[in-house]
């Protein structure tokens, strides 16, 4: 075990920290009273963990592929079962994403959530640490616990705290992100049966039979394709979005979508190497409809909220092309792109709930001539909205530079299938900036003497949205940093995918090879489908 993980030489548990204090902040809100005081708590808790997290960056080796900070405690011996937890190039920038992005969840709840705040309060906590857990987790078991852990608060969130139509959204939330857990406990067992481990590393170092792979990787595939989402299982991103409230649109965007990309390269890919080569055709082509069909129904919402939840399925598709283009750019760009989607489309969600505390309504009808009386709200839309349809200089830019540039390398035809999503995420986010800062073309008024109502961003959402936008341009103009933390990880891994795609049955090796070799066969499953 000790040749995969580089075991926590600081003088204290960080990553067990920041699973723990998230929960003791949440057992003291309990007892806590008044709403100030409350909001302070749950604002000093969370900006705690994110300090704390901050060693994962500054201490950080670039060098290996092993796994780091590591903290092993036996748990269940009987079943071979420990306490492991870890991070890697892959997981260090999905956590730090997790521990930042907490704190501006707490300030975007500030005003907006008027009821039953103590329990808003306890939920959010006990919630940043089941998404820790999850980036974390170094155990299959662990790692479910933590996935499941997180349905219930997000759950609460939506049906407690969300929009007229709650009940259902949060229903079908559920549903949908459970059903795809089941397949995915079910692939835990049956690698637990074949192997006698729980042990992530030591899964990805097992060899599997063919067969055995591919029904593992169709379980683990459901239930992270349900989560990122991918089409056609994107129905319940939307409902989940409109419904849900400021910072659980932030949490879902930012964070919980993620989960499904990370799990494609966690599990799928390293665990069923083969089955990821001759699955390929089909995940490239849901990717590749999930960028289109995404951005084609974003362009067509007069519900703001609703056309960024659908911007999301387009710029996840980026994620997935990426991830299954199985080549250095390609899964460098998908992890990017996780990045830079939690950080820009968390801050347009944040704006919705900005300019909705303002007019109640997230029609852009109802939210348009913005520009003369919330200068500062224009302002830091317009650099969003840019950052969205990845205009040069900003973050988006090269994490979709980076995955077109792996898929023309591998596949040209699938780049120039891909180019369409990037033009119409220029579509509908310059069809956003439009109505919102200077279009009042439909003759309604609006705000008319009443303008002087309507306040700019205050000191409070101006430190939100500076913060974001400061990572807009950070990673849009040096990105090297965050390239450097995942690099050896990204190498290592798909060393793992080539070493795992040759397996002992020859037989089936002339099968996936001509899958992924054959340019004839690429066209034709394309043309196909």
Not at 64 to 74: D, G, M, N, P
Request: aromatic letters at 14%.
């Amino acid at each position: 075990m000790e040749k995969y993980l580089i075991l926590n030489t600081l003088n204290y548990p960080i990553l067990s920290m920041l699973l723990i204090v998230p929960v003791v902040g949440a057992v003291v809100a309990m007892f806590l009273r008044g709403d100030t005081l409350l909001k302070y708590w749950s604002l000093a808790v969370t900006l705690v963990t994110a300090i704390i997290s901050i060693p994962l960056w500054t201490g950080f080796d670039r060098t290996t592929a092993k796994y780091q900070f590591v903290e092993l405690r036996h748990w269940f011996p009987e079943l071979n079962l420990n306490y492991v937890v870890g991070v890697d190039g892959i997981s260090v920038l999905l956590v730090l994403l997790t521990t930042f992005v907490m704190p501006l969840c707490v300030l975007c709840s500030w005003t907006y959530i008027q009821t039953r705040l103590k329990e808003f309060m306890v939920v959010m906590l006990l919630m940043e640490t089941a998404m820790i857990g999850v980036f974390l987790s170094l155990n299959t078991v662990l790692f479910y616990i933590f996935w499941e852990g997180m349905l219930v608060p997000m759950y609460l969130i939506i049906a407690i705290w969300g929009g007229a139509r709650k009940d259902y959204a949060s229903i079908k939330f559920f549903l949908y992100t459970f059903a795809g857990s089941i397949f995915l406990l079910v692939a835990i067992i049956a690698l637990y049966i074949n192997t006698g481990t729980f042990f992530i590393p030591e899964l990805m170092a097992h060899t599997y039979s063919f067969s055995f792979q591919m029904w593992v990787f169709i379980a683990c595939a459901l239930g992270f394709a349900i989560k990122v989402p991918m089409f056609p299982f994107h129905t319940w991103l939307p409902a989940a979005h409109v419904q849900a409230p400021t910072a659980g649109s932030v949490i879902l965007a930012s964070i919980l979508l993620k989960m499904g990309g990370y799990g494609f390269l966690r599990f799928c890919l390293p665990i069923a190497p083969a089955a990821t080569y001759y699955f390929v055709p089909v995940l490239i082509i849901m990717s590749l409809i999930s960028i289109i069909v995404g951005g084609y129904l974003a362009l067509g919402q007069t519900d703001i909220k609703k056309l960024i939840a659908y911007s999301s399925v387009g710029h996840m598709g980026f994620v997935t092309l990426g991830i299954f283009l199985l080549n250095d750019g390609g899964i460098k760009g998908a992890m990017l792109q996780m990045i830079n989607h939690g950080i820009t489309t968390g801050a347009l969600f944040i704006m919705i709930g900005l300019i909705y505390e303002r007019t109640h309504s997230r029609e852009l009808a109802d939210n348009n001539k913005l520009g003369m009386m919330m200068p500062i709200y224009v302002t830091f839309l317009g650099i969003f909205s840019l950052s969205s349809l990845a205009f040069p200089g900003t973050n988006s830019f090269v994490s979709e530079f980076l995955v077109l540039f792996g898929a023309f390398d591998k596949y040209p035809l699938v780049g120039a299938l891909a180019i369409p999503g990037a033009i119409l995420a220029a579509a509908y986010m310059l069809r956003l900036l439009q109505k919102m800062v200077w279009d009042d073309s439909d003759g309604h008024v609006h705000h008319g003497d009443k303008s002087h109502h309507i306040a700019d961003c205050n000191a409070r959402e101006i430190v939100q949205l500076a913060f974001l936008t400061i990572f807009v341009f950070w990673i849009g103009l040096h990105p090297t940093p965050l390239l450097d933390v995942m690099d050896t990880s990204v190498a290592h891994l798909i060393h793992q995918v080539d070493a795992g795609s040759i397996l002992p049955d020859a037989a089936h090796q002339g099968e996936h090879h001509a899958l992924l070799n054959d340019a004839g066969a690429w066209i034709k499953s394309i043309v196909s489908f």
